[in-house]
């Protein structure tokens, strides 16, 4: 059996989560706990699910949008055209 994490140890994962840095929680947690992956994982989406119930106020980092493969894909689109118009200007 795992020893148990330290309450500062807690404290510093559920900040984390706090701040959006998610990922960063995990890795924390894994070191802490010395788990594998994805029982650390499950572990600090557990506490953040908790975290969220109890105080959603307090988290910082707004939501994901989602939007930064949409701005990714308009930039190659326009890339490719202007790649394309330059072709077509030099093939004169």
Request: net charge positive; hydrophobic share 50%.
């Amino acid at each position: 059996m795992k020893p148990p994490l330290s309450n500062e140890q807690l404290a510093a994962i559920k900040d984390l989560l706090l701040h959006g840095e998610k990922i960063a929680a995990i890795k924390l947690y894994r070191e802490c706990a010395g788990c594998q992956l994805i029982e650390a994982k499950t572990e600090v989406e557990s506490i953040e699910a908790v975290l969220r119930k109890i105080a959603p106020e307090k988290f910082t980092a707004p939501p994901k949008s989602g939007k930064g493969c949409l701005i990714a894909f308009i930039l190659f689109d326009l890339l490719a055209v202007a790649g394309v118009v330059l072709w077509l200007l030099l093939r004169r």
